[in-house]
């Protein structure tokens, strides 16, 4: 099956700093997601990627879709206490089941 | 403007009882999806749904658990003779009807199961 390698697993930084995390694939996909979820929570939808090449921004997020589509990175500029939480890409390859990575755990010192 | 709807948030079962989870998709959106997550992994796929349809069942497993969308009232995932292994979250997600192109998906808050 399709599987998603997402890294950094975990990552501690300082308020104010860059965070960069990505995600491959062993396969194609159509579309990219990132999700964040925070504890007790169902993961919330950050930015959604449809094209090949695509670079989309929200707020302080921007991701971009790879030419291969076969990877997508995600970066937040500026960080805040509140980025705190897990972060999650996901792969489509149709319209039906996402694929998630293992997730980001992101920690903001402040 | 409600969102994914899923109820109980928490439910407690001792082993070999039913769990029943519900999910009632975002208004005006006619495909669901359920994912399991285990402590410190992502989501799992398990099944698609449309209005008394089953799509992709394929990561669902084969005993115990059934899934059903009617044309009305909510979503429902039953598993049946619950074991400790299905201590997990279950997540519902809803997405509008598209045209075969992308299909955003949102998601529930979950429902935390925890077999005893």
């Known amino acids: 099956g399709q599987q998603l390698n997402q890294s950094p697993q975990s990552m501690f930084i300082q308020e104010g700093e860059d965070v960069s995390m990505n995600c491959t694939s062993s396969?194609?996909?159509?579309?990219w997601l990132w999700y964040k979820q925070e504890p007790g929570e169902g993961p919330v939808l950050l930015i959604a990627?449809?094209?090949?090449?695509e670079l989309t921004s929200n707020g302080r997020l921007t991701a971009q879709f790879g030419i291969t589509r076969k990877d997508s990175f995600l970066n937040i500029s500026a960080s805040i206490p509140s980025d705190v939480g897990i972060y999650f890409c996901a792969g489509q390859a149709s319209g039906s089941r996402l694929t998630f990575g293992e997730g980001t755990q992101l920690t903001v010192n402040p | 403007n409600a969102g994914v709807m899923q109820n109980p948030r928490h439910l407690v079962r001792r082993r070999g009882q039913e769990a029943r989870l519900r999910c009632s998709p975002m208004k005006g959106h006619s495909h669901v999806y359920w994912y399991r997550q285990l402590p410190e992994e992502g989501l799992k796929f398990m099944v698609y749904?449309?209005?008394?349809?089953?799509?992709?069942e394929s990561g669902m497993p084969k005993e115990r658990f059934s899934a059903e969308f009617p044309k009305e009232g909510p979503s429902i995932l039953r598993i049946q003779q619950v074991v400790r292994g299905d201590s997990a979250a279950y997540f519902c997600a809803s997405s509008p009807l598209t045209s075969g192109g992308a299909s955003t998906q949102y998601f529930g808050p979950g429902t935390r199961l925890t077999v005893l």
């Open positions: 749904l449309q209005k008394e349809n089953i799509i992709d």
């Open positions: 990627l449809y094209k090949a090449g």
């Open positions: 396969s194609i996909f159509n579309t």
